[in-house]
Structures are given as C-alpha cells and as structure tokens.
C-alpha cells in the first residue's frame, strides 16, 4: 500500500539541509506506520513517482528546481527540466500511479486579497481536489490565505472536507483559526468510510482531510498573525506575484519566527504522514474485508 508525498516542500518550502532530513524522515514515519512513501517529483523531464536517496538528495539541493502545479507538467516534462510538485501535480500523478492517499504540509488556496494590489489569487489546488480523486491529508491551509473563502470554494465545487479529531478547520502553525470544519471524523477508519463513500457514489474529486498539529509543537494564532501581516505587506511592497508567493510567504515567516515556522512546519508534515498512513490502512481493510 502506497501513500504519496509532494516534493514543493522540499525544494520550495523548507531551506536545506532541514528539508532533505525532513523529506527522509516523512518516508521513515511513513514506513514506520506500515505504508510505502512514493515521493513525487519530475527529474529531467521524468516523471518519478518515488525518489531514491541521492535524488531526494538532489532535488534538496538543486538550485534551479521548477515548482510546478498541474499547468507546468508538461513543460517540465518536454523540456526536460526538473521539478518540483506541488499539492495539484502530486494528485494528478498519484492518481496517474493508483495512489488513493496524499500527505502533504498545507494546501494553498484562495489568497487573502491583498493591499492596494487587491489581487485575485486562487491556488491550483483546489480546483485539483475538485476533479482528481485522492484523499489528501494536510494541517489545514496557513493563515496566509483566506480561510472562509478557501471553504466556501471547496463547498462550492463539492470536495468534502473532514476534521481529523477536531470541529475546526486547522490554521497550519495554529490547531484553529476559528472557523468550522463541515465534518470532523475521530478515526482513520470513519474517514475511510466517508471516502469510501463518495468515490462509491460516482463522485470524482478528491476528499480534504484537515488534521491539526499536535498540541505540543502548536504557534498561537497571536504569536504567529502579526508576522504573516508583516510577511503579507512585504510581497505586497516587493510586488511578488504568481507562483512565487507562496514560497515567499514561507520564507519570510521562517526568517521573522528565527527559525520556529520551519520546526512547527516539520513536526505537522509528520503528523500528517502519520494520519494519512492510518487512513490508507483503514481504505485497503474497507477492500478487502476479513469477515
Ligand atoms: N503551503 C505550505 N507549504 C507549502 C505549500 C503550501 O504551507 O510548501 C506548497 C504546496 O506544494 C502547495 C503549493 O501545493 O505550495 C501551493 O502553491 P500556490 O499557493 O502557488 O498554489
Ligand atoms: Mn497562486
């Protein structure tokens, strides 16, 4: 049984050398809870679904790696470049390889609108989840984006999205932003069945479960919001735009916290892995039942 991992953490999320140590530990806990990682990434020109050592290696240290979402894919891949994918093109290719269960950081989607810029900005994932069947696991969405407006988009387009054992839809740093989640589930079994469910009832699009970081390794939505404002009005000044936001975004956050995004950011990658693991399990039992 598989469980895929996206590759834009590693090159564009997480500096080195903490984002190579991190993409070989996500595939430890994977391993260590029973399921094969099948890290994703695209390798001059090819597509990879799972990476060995040195090109994990490789892809954390390159330095003209590519951050492709699902409108990239075939760049990449006819120019023989390499990249990294992000939440769509991980779904897409997962789904390409059979893999039903994606574990990720956070998702992106809808931007707050931003400043003077007001800028429309809405993440490729999100339409991914509404037409590509994987479950994806994730902490939530930061709080760089707008939450209300990322769930109301999901709602709109039909993905359900589950709470892993809690009412609220995670905040990434913080366990809750203070808006609900539809639906919270308190096992990887009850999140089996609804997806399950769904992709039984003809449904074709993804399910987002949103898992919120343990307790311990949590960032208060006080202690973390004044840096994301700072972070949010320098991409503003600095005009960055498109894709390069969201990278960005994460460095900035990572240089005004001293460095205590990158661990808050590692210890839910694992969580995550962790629970989207169960979940696989929990889908291949609904598969095959013993009794
Ligand atoms: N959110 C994070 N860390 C990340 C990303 C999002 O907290 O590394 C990455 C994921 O790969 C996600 C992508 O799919 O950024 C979204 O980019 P954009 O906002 O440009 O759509
Ligand atoms: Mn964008």
């Not at 990294?84 to 059979?98: D, H, I, N, Q, Y």
């Not at 709109?156 to 539809?182: E, I, K, M, N, W």
């Not at 950011?265 to 039942?289: F, H, T, Y």
Request: hydrophobic share 45%; aromatic share 6%; charged share 20%.
């Amino acid at each position: 049984m598989f469980l895929a991992l996206e590759s834009t953490v590693i090159a564009h999320g997480l500096p080195y050398p903490q984002n190579l140590e991190t993409a070989r530990e996500l595939e430890r806990v994977a391993r260590a809870y029973g399921v094969e990682p099948r890290t994703i990434a695209v390798l001059n020109g090819e597509i990879k679904v799972g990476l060995s050592d040195a090109e994990l290696a490789q892809l954390a240290q390159a330095r003209d790696v590519l951050k492709l979402s699902r409108r990239d894919l075939a760049v990449a891949v006819a120019r023989q470049r390499t990249g990294a994918t992000t939440v769509s093109a991980t779904m897409w290719l997962a789904r390409r390889a059979g893999i039903r269960v994606f574990a990720t950081g956070g998702i992106g989607g809808v931007h707050r609108a931003s400043g003077a810029a007001q800028t429309w900005d809405v993440s490729a994932d999100l339409p991914e989840l509404a037409q590509t069947p994987v479950a994806v696991v994730c902490a939530g969405a930061k709080a760089i984006l707008d939450l209300p407006a990322t769930l109301e988009w999901l709602e709109t387009h039909g993905v359900p999205v589950l709470g892993y054992q809690t009412d609220d839809f995670p905040a990434f740093y913080s366990r809750s932003a203070g808006v609900p989640v539809p639906t919270r589930v308190d096992s990887a079994d009850d999140a089996a069945r609804i997806i399950q469910a769904h992709w039984d009832l003809g449904f074709t699009s993804g399910v987002l479960i949103g898992a919120p970081i343990p307790h311990e390794y949590e960032t208060p939505r006080e202690v973390i919001e004044p840096h994301i404002q700072r972070a949010l009005s320098e991409a503003d000044e600095q005009k960055i735009s498109g894709n390069a936001v969201t990278p960005f975004l994460l460095k900035r956050l990572a240089e005004l916290t001293g460095g205590e995004s990158v661990q808050t950011n590692i210890a839910l990658l694992k969580n995550n892995v962790a629970v989207a693991a169960e979940i696989a399990q929990a889908l291949a039992r609904l598969d095959a039942p013993t009794a």
